[in-house]
């Protein structure tokens, strides 16, 4: 590809004429800097494709560039060159985002290969940008969006109690671990009711204090209190035909929880520093990764409040209760985030696979995002491997149940010793010399015991 600009930065200048003289015999025009400074001049002066950058310079350094041009220029592509090529500033570097890493001496086939494949990337950003812009129109002129994978049997139920109760004005509460899929569902509930084209308002219980929250509900007259100089409508009516998405509600004050309850109730409220009830028509969904029963009992969450919103009671399960939907999300996150990206990416090794079917999941569907995002920026081949993986992640063994063997008080010892021997041959597929080494004896005495 020629007729790229590329930005050569390098502090040396023998190496700078050289690298020059390289990249504009390739057809490309080409800037240059001795230092990161007057880089960011050029790089706002210009229209860059590709920086490459030496990373060891004084005042401004690579990874400084690096980082400064990702913020001024999101599309350019930068390659760092080190004569110190240590793996964590590699590691840094493509972790904020360079496309390469190449240590000095640099040679000339390799950097040609590297920009040449960084320059193609660049360029099918630029595409799938203006491609993506077009899509999401196409997207939000039909309404339709949310997609919600999985196979399993638990996720299905979620899924068909959602898209039948959508029709119908009842509350429904969602409850899950954090991470599950709570608000794709109340979305999911919005886009199939027949409120879709009405709003949707949202409220994080958890983020706002008190105070605040209150008046961010029901909104307030001037005067109301210092510093209220106009009427503020609150999201109760904002969302006024619509529906009101209450996220966190399990974090909703005791004393807010009344007040909840009469809108729910009743249907009216006053705005703060008002007399005069305000009717509404709102459909509310709530949802928590609180056990709200337990806060009941705790005295924590009001029962009259808790069944006004529990009429319909959608359950987002934990990933770890339904790993067969592990691959499916695995690969559509993939999909995802390269094309984000700009990558090719085909797949996930069977290793990689087999790590991520062990893993236990603790922040669920959205902990396994990021663990693919990570992982198709690292990745270098192509393909996710098991070391494109967070080491935890990429150590985790297969959980299996420790076997047992059960033996009856009053049994001999000799006879429990042959036992457990025979036993532990079996977990090892017959193999004497692991089967000594976890039992604590030497090979040759597994031999004379049998
Ligand atoms: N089944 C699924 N299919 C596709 N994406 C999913 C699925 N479940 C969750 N996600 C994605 O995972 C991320 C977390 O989901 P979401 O925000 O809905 O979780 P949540 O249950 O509301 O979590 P929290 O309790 O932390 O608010 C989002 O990016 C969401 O798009
Ligand atoms: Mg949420």
Redesign the pocket.
């Known amino acids: 590809m020629s007729d790229a600009t590329i930005l050569l930065v390098d502090d040396e200048a023998a190496h700078l004429k050289t690298l020059e003289k390289l990249f504009a015999r390739e057809g490309h025009d080409v800037l240059c800097a001795s230092d990161g400074q007057q880089a960011l001049d050029l790089l706002r002066a210009n229209s860059v494709d590709l920086i490459i950058t030496d990373v060891m310079m004084p005042e401004i350094n690579g990874l400084e560039l690096l980082q400064l041009a990702r913020t001024l220029r999101p599309e350019v592509e930068v390659i760092l060159m080190s004569a110190f090529g240590t793996v964590e500033i590699a590691v840094q570097g493509m972790k904020e985002g360079a496309y390469d890493f190449l240590t000095k001496p640099i040679k000339r086939a390799a950097i040609l290969k590297a920009s040449q494949k960084a320059l193609e990337r660049q360029a099918l950003i630029s595409e799938n940008r203006a491609l993506r812009a077009e899509l999401a129109k196409v997207r939000a002129g039909d309404g339709g969006g949310t ?4 196979q399993s049997v638990a ?1 299905r139920s979620a899924l068909d109690l959602s898209r039948q109760v959508a029709s119908s004005d009842a509350n429904v509460l969602i409850t ?10 109340a979305r999911l509930i919005v886009e199939h009711s027949e409120r879709s084209d009405q709003p949707l308002v949202t409220v994080n219980c958890a983020a706002l204090p008190e105070s605040i929250l209150e008046s961010e509900l029901f909104g307030y007259e001037r005067g109301a209190f210092t510093g209220a100089n106009q009427r503020k409508i609150g999201r109760f009516e904002a969302a006024d035909g619509g529906t009101l998405f209450l ?2 509600i399990g974090d909703l004050p005791f004393s807010m929880q009344a007040k909840l309850l009469r809108v729910l109730q009743e249907g009216t409220f006053e705005r703060l520093g008002s007399n005069t009830p305000v009717k509404v028509d709102v459909r509310v969904l709530a ?3 609180r056990d709200l029963e337990a806060a009941m009992r705790e005295g924590e969450f009001r029962e009259d409040l808790y069944y006004r919103l529990n009429v319909i009671h959608i359950t ?1 399960p934990p990933l770890r209760r339904r790993p067969e ?1 592990v691959p499916l ?1 695995a690969e ?2 993939l999909t995802r985030y390269a094309a984000k990206n700009g990558r090719e990416i085909s797949g996930v090794s069977p290793e990689a696979l087999d790590a991520l079917a062990g893993h236990s999941w603790p922040g ?3 902990e ?2 990021n663990v693919i995002e990570r992982a198709v920026v690292l990745d270098r081949d192509g393909l996710i491997h098991t070391d494109d993986l967070p080491a935890h992640i990429a150590s985790a063994q297969p959980a299996s149940e420790p076997r047992h063997i059960l033996v009856p008080l009053g049994t001999p010892l000799e006879e429990i010793e042959r036992m457990v021997i025979t036993e532990t041959l079996e977990m090892t597929g017959g193999n004497k010399k692991l089967a000594a080494k976890l039992l604590g004896i030497a090979a040759r005495t597994i031999y004379r015991k049998l």
């Open positions: 997609l919600i994978v999985g996720l899950g671990e954090s991470g599950t899929g709570k608000e794709l569902f996220d966190e949802a928590t990764h987002a939907d999300l559509h996150f669920n569907v959205r396994l995002e």
